[in-house]
């Protein structure tokens, strides 16, 4: 019983990862332009796609074929951002949020076009590639995710706090007006952000492909389960998001032993109402009144 | 005798402490200015009388009505109304709209009367409109009932404001710099528009910069520094003020 | 608005209005397919679903992402109060209205002390929540086998004359037609009241219309209950006109058409959302060989009218039409003048 126990825990803590991973992106984007980038789903979507292709079709190797999900997911953000969101810099909040809507919807059925709707398998040799810890033992695939992933966590945590480039998408953040004035670029910083955003959610993709099936549908839960999570942890907040990512992968987790399984995605739902309705502003952002 | 009453009201925002131990009032029939340097808190105060932020310490209240804890709706009914700093109209909608939209909380036509319109919702729109069209009259603005609120210059808007809070039949309406950006000679005829108001027995609180609009006004004056008030009194007696004198020049000099 | 609309405008309008009316009578007979028919009953039915979106969305300026739920609510609770319990479709119809009104106002009471994309998340979660009910309780709604042998309508015994069945394509038009009249006269009348000045305030600037005395949250969840008890009332038509329910009908991707319908009609205007709707539902049928790209497009679609006509063709039309006026002609010289 132990073991079953640790092992959900394991398992937890890997989906826990890739979930932080990729709603990282999606706080990283919002803390920038103070939209909720709907089409998020789809950049993880496009990210398994290109690992997919690279790896099982063209045979690449895979820490190719995710490099190639990361070029090919931060090159559809780019090109989000430049079609879309920044023609609506100034517009109000809801129409940057209803047009993510429409990018969302264009890109799924576009895969689904491309691609069809035929699931694809994508199999790495690590998948079957079994690894004792201690007494669990899962499939190396796991393994690789969830290292990968906590290096990615690190690393931007290092890259927003250290980098000049991460003082500049926190000045950004705070004020664009005052960055623009202390000679920072916001156009360029906040194409930085969408790269590096949506590269996290590529890299995401490519990562669990394996695991997943790839479907020009896959983004949906992905979308959904990263807002609340960005939702639970403050919007905004990258500790909050980390805490809260690791929070939803436990408890989806360790929902298995109480809900059945075709439930286990309202877990996520549950949590974000429980939140929004005790702690509106999440875990960690601090309670903002607007001045009028 | 006193309308609005503030009594050791503060607000802290997170560290930070906008407004600290404030005690004032407000007669009937009286033009209070309200003035001090940028940042000393005095659109803070008109966020917390009008509900926008619950204060931190303190009480609020209008006659025998405690306010603090009202939410802003609540705070209007009972006749508190203000305009914006920033500058905050219905956009889209006409200038009447702006207006009428001001009249909503003392009508009472509700979902099944305005779907089944009998009678006496016909009247009440009526006399709404005239109001608002009385109104819109008052502040020089009844030619443009129709245009959509964006279109007008930014002076014509903070008449639309002043029109929308009177049409919530205020006790007390508070200006949140109301001649900004006027020239001089509409700064002037919103000086005597402000009197006109207090005519229709209506007090006012005024926030502004501009030091001859608030001198000329004003029964008294409210100085505030670092949030605290730091003089009340008249205000040929405010110029006069070392501390007054000081918050100013300290403020220019650095 | 009443009252300050000048007199020939009014009349104009009602007479554009009773043409419209007029032609829609006549439809049937002009028409003279089964097939296009059809078409327009389910254009009906999509014009009453987005009307409810357009109080919620194009009135309130609030992003909810669950409507299609809530046409689901009211399509399963109606099926399932008729051939369950046997109740008359003529009070199963009004319950359904009730039953999702009575869900939106829960989905509103949870969701509505947030704003923006917070609501629109709340409420797309719940929509997926509804559906995941559908698709699991098998037992009551036999989940993706979907619920079929839906009755028609039960007869209208008119006495003297004889039975009105709804049995033929005819009758269920007739039926759907004084549903929509009803649902467009309701949403006009609301629009032009009170109460659609509290909407309309609400969306221009939430913060300034509550210190102006209007209690926003009262009205946020009136508007939440009212698009859904428009939803329940089209859920309820298309459960007895089709027949046969699904939940994948009543999916997020079913909310897109219609907010694809409020968006281009265009800041709540109520002629928009009716043309706009009764277009996107001829559109796909009759370019059904493109339908592959009907999603594709939708999507771009929404893109294209937030960036480059955020105001739907309302704001086209009242742009256009602002020119011709006095103010709009005194606007244009101003400008040229500066």
């Not at chain 1, 790839?214 to 942890?233: S, T």
């Not at chain 2, 007696?237 to 100013?248: E, G, I, L, T």
């Not at chain 3, 046997?86 to 319950?95: E, I, K, M, N």
Request: charged residues 15%; positive net charge; aromatic residues 8%.
């Amino acid at each position: 019983m132990g073991e079953y126990l640790l092992t959900l825990l394991v398992s937890g803590l890997v989906t826990g990862s890739v979930y932080t991973v990729t709603a990282l992106g999606l706080t990283m984007v919002y803390g920038i332009l103070n939209v909720m980038n709907f089409a998020h789903g789809e950049v993880f979507m496009v990210g398994a796609y290109c690992g997919y292709f690279l790896f099982a079709v063209l045979g690449m190797s895979y820490p190719v074929a995710i490099l190639g999900a990361i070029a090919g997911a931060a090159a559809t953000g780019v090109l989000m951002e430049a079609v879309v969101f920044r023609p609506l810099r100034n517009a109000p909040q809801l129409s940057p949020l209803i047009a993510s809507l429409g990018v969302s919807i264009f890109l799924q059925n576009m895969a689904l076009l491309l691609w069809s709707p035929t699931p694809r398998m994508f199999n790495t040799p690590f998948v079957d590639e079994v690894v004792r810890i201690f007494v669990i033992s899962m499939s190396m695939q796991r393994v690789i995710v969830f290292i990968v992933c906590a290096l990615l966590i690190a690393a931007l945590y290092f890259v927003v706090q250290k980098t000049a480039l991460g003082k500049s998408m926190r000045a950004v953040a705070l004020d664009p007006e005052a960055a623009a004035l202390m000679g920072i670029d916001n156009r360029r910083v906040i194409v930085a952000t969408f790269a590096i955003g949506s590269g996290l959610a590529g890299v995401a993709g490519a990562l669990v492909g394996p695991i997943l099936i790839i479907n020009p549908f896959m983004g949906i839960p992905i979308i959904l389960k990263a807002f609340a999570i960005v939702i639970m942890g403050g919007f905004g907040s990258i500790q909050g998001t980390v805490v809260a990512g690791f929070i939803l992968g436990l408890a989806e987790s360790f929902g298995i032993l109480i809900i059945p399984s075709a439930y286990i995605d309202t877990i996520a739902f549950v949590l974000l109402i429980g939140t929004l309705l005790v702690r509106p502003t999440g875990l960690f952002a601090e309670r903002l009144e607007e001045n009028v | 005798m006193a309308l609005l009453d503030l009594v050791g009201v503060s607000k802290r925002f997170g560290g930070l402490t906008a407004v600290s131990d404030v005690s004032f009032s407000v007669g009937e029939g009286e033009i209070v200015g309200l003035i001090g340097p940028n940042g000393a808190g005095k659109s803070t105060l008109f966020n917390l009388i009008s509900g926008v932020h619950r204060v931190s310490e303190g009480a609020i209240s209008l006659g025998a009505n405690r306010l603090n804890g009202l939410r802003p709706n609540a705070v209007c009914a009972l006749g508190v109304a203000r305009t914006f700093q920033k500058i905050r109209v219905f956009p889209r909608l006409s200038v009447m709209k702006n207006v009428v939209i001001g009249c909503h909380c003392r009508t009472h036509a509700g979902l099944l009367a305005s779907i089944v319109r009998p009678a006496w919702v016909g009247r009440e729109e009526q006399e709404v409109e005239d109001a608002a069209r009385q109104l819109l009259n008052f502040v020089g603005l009844g030619n443009r009932a129709d245009d959509e609120a964006r279109h007008l210059s930014y002076g014509e808007q903070r008449l639309l404001e002043i029109a929308r809070a009177l049409a919530t039949k205020p006790k007390v309406i508070l200006l949140d710099e109301p001649a900004a950006g006027l020239s001089s000679m509409d700064s002037a005829a919103l000086m005597s528009m402000v009197g006109r108001i207090r005519e229709r027995g209506v007090s006012v609180m005024i926030i502004e910069h501009d030091m001859e609009v608030v001198m000329g006004l004003s029964d008294r004056l409210v100085v505030l520094n670092y949030g605290q008030k730091i003089f009340e009194g008249r205000p040929e007696a405010a110029q006069r003020d070392a501390a007054v004198v000081a918050s100013y020049l300290g403020t220019a000099a650095s | 608005m009443s009252g300050t609309e000048p007199f020939r405008i009014s009349v104009a309008r009602g007479a554009a209005w009773s043409a419209a009316l007029a032609v829609a009578v006549a439809l049937p007979w002009i028409l003279n397919s089964n097939y296009y028919l059809q078409l327009f009953i389910l254009a009906g039915i999509n014009i009453i679903l987005a009307l409810g979106l357009n109080i919620v969305l194009g009135f309130t300026g609030l992003l909810s992402l669950g409507h299609a739920g809530l046409f689901g609510v009211g399509a399963y609770c109606s099926a399932l109060l008729v051939m369950r319990t046997g109740l008359s479709f003529w009070l199963a119809l009004p319950a359904s209205a009730a039953f999702a009104a009575l869900i939106g106002g829960l989905i509103g009471t949870c969701s509505l002390r947030l704003r923006g994309h917070y609501l629109a998340i709340a409420t797309a979660g719940f929509g997926i929540i509804i559906y995941q009910v559908f698709l699991n309780w098998i037992s009551l709604t036999k989940g993706a086998a979907a619920l079929g042998d839906i009755p028609e309508p039960n007869p209208i015994v008119i006495p003297g004359v004889g039975a009105l069945t709804f049995d033929t394509r005819i009758s269920m038009y007739f039926l759907v037609l004084t549903m929509t009249a009803i649902a467009i006269l309701v949403s006009g009348r609301i629009r032009n009241s009170r109460i659609g000045d509290a909407f309309f305030s609400i969306r221009e600037d939430e913060v300034a219309a509550e210190v102006m005395g209007i209690p926003t949250f009262r009205y946020k969840l009136l508007a939440f209950v009212l698009s859904a008890a428009y939803a329940g009332v089209a859920g309820s038509l298309y459960a007895h006109y089709t027949r046969i329910i699904a939940p994948e009908m009543f999916h997020l991707f079913e909310t897109v058409t219609s907010l694809v319908m409020v968006i281009t009609g265009g800041l709540g205007s109520i002629v928009g959302v009716v043309v706009a709707s009764i277009f996107f539902t001829l559109m796909p049928e009759v370019m059904r060989e493109l339908n592959d790209y009907r999603m594709i497009a939708y999507g771009a679609l929404l893109v294209v009218v937030m960036i480059f006509l955020p105001e739907g063709l309302a704001g086209l039309v009242k742009q256009r039409f602002w020119r011709g006026t006095r103010a709009g002609k005194r606007q244009e010289a101003a400008r040229g003048a500066a």
